[in-house]
């Protein structure tokens, strides 16, 4: 977030695309390498769809909300 405080709102393009990516790198890596653990959240009823939408809009919507507090600090 200091890269945004420092050189404001053109830096949020950069740092949005950079955050997608590395949400798609862990969806993969996760996908494949423990694919083994979502079995438990199956036996819960929470389906694969459900369990990534809420966690990767959660992380997103946190993202975003931490970048709107640090540029109203400034």
């Not at 036996?43 to 959660?58: M, Q, Y």
Request: aromatic share 22%; net charge positive.
């Amino acid at each position: 977030m200091l890269v945004t405080y420092t050189n404001g709102s053109s830096a949020f393009t950069t740092l949005f695309w950079f955050k997608l990516s590395t949400l798609a790198v862990f969806f993969f890596f996760i996908n494949s390498y423990k694919r083994e653990e979502i079995y438990y959240y199956k036996n819960l009823g929470i389906s694969k769809l459900v369990l990534w939408s809420s966690a990767l809009s959660f992380d997103l919507i946190l993202f975003v909300f931490m970048l709107m507090l640090t540029l109203k600090l400034r």
